[in-house]
């Protein structure tokens, strides 16, 4: 069994279910039982039949900081299923979006949920004093927000109203010369829209939010990183992608982040859920 997206209950939802399990910790934010302390001492022999898989390294280290005695790995979350964009889904793209060739172009792509850092990029477009193409997809959105950059004289804004299928999602990431992934200082959770990118072949532009990731992206030239919540330093980024976008992430990319394949990602549950179940190595 393989649960994922709670951050909490893990001894308890083991001892109740009656079957050890691997769970899938995708942040960490609350303490287990924190209302009922007492059922959970009741529960804590549940550890023994659970092992949370951590998507990041920052995952990792604040769930081992709440939950000492559970077994916990490290593992990137997302595959790669080797899907790269074509060139003719970014002429596609372009064409969709009426980008001329040679024009830059930036996505944004997700639901602005409280983590990501839209006040940055609010402050940073202003300061833009060449054109720049953003397009933008997601649920939620701030359609006030949308408006203002509407309005920027430097700003070209292309809006596709979300959810979105995975085709459309393709040719917005498509029309992009790089995607833009912000977020506020500490958020340590996964980043799908990096993952998504460097899956892709698009080049990231990343706030420096996750120090682990950072390094990761260190020195490639196919990623720009900038500042958390400094906008003057997301539009010095902006600049270099209007000037020379960086180059596109080559097949090694995924894996240089962490994500496998689907095959490679099956063995390794399979493996670290037959380790639980003989207490050998979880490695």
Not at 216 to 243: H, K, M, N
Not at 245 to 269: C, K, N, Y
Not at 270 to 275: D, G, K, Q
Request: proline share 8%; net charge negative.
């Amino acid at each position: 069994m393989i649960l994922s997206a709670s951050e909490a209950l893990h001894a308890a939802s083991a001892l109740l279910g009656g079957l050890p399990h691997l769970r899938f910790v995708h942040e960490q934010v609350t303490i287990e039982d924190a209302a009922v302390r007492f059922l959970g001492r009741l529960a804590r022999r549940g550890e023994r039949q659970v092992l949370a898989v951590c998507p990041t390294q920052a995952v990792g280290d604040q769930f081992t900081a709440a939950f000492p005695n559970l077994p916990a790995v490290v593992r990137a979350f997302a595959v790669d299923d080797g899907r790269r964009l074509t060139d003719a889904e970014r002429d596609g793209g372009r064409t969709a979006f009426d980008i001329p060739t040679g024009e830059a172009a930036v996505c944004l792509v997700g639901g602005w949920w409280p983590y990501k850092d839209i006040g940055v990029i609010d402050a940073a477009l202003p300061l833009l004093k060449e054109p720049l193409h953003l397009v933008v997809t997601g649920i939620p959105l701030d359609e006030a927000v949308l408006a203002r950059w509407r309005d920027l004289p430097n700003i070209r804004l292309h809006t596709v109203p979300g959810p979105v299928s995975e085709s459309v999602l393709r040719l917005v990431y498509a029309a992009a010369d790089v995607a833009l992934v912000t977020r506020r200082p500490g958020v340590g959770k996964e980043s799908g829209l990096v993952m998504d990118a460097a899956r892709l072949g698009v080049p990231p532009v990343v706030s420096d939010h996750d120090p682990g990731l950072t390094a990761r992206l260190s020195g490639q030239p196919w990623a720009l990183t900038f500042t958390a919540s400094a906008p003057d330093a997301l539009a010095e980024a902006l600049y270099s992608v209007i000037r020379q976008p960086p180059e596109r992430p080559g097949p090694e990319a995924p894996h240089l982040l962490g994500m496998w394949s689907a095959a490679g990602q099956a063995d390794f549950l399979t493996r670290t859920f037959a380790s639980l179940r003989t207490k050998e190595s979880r490695c």
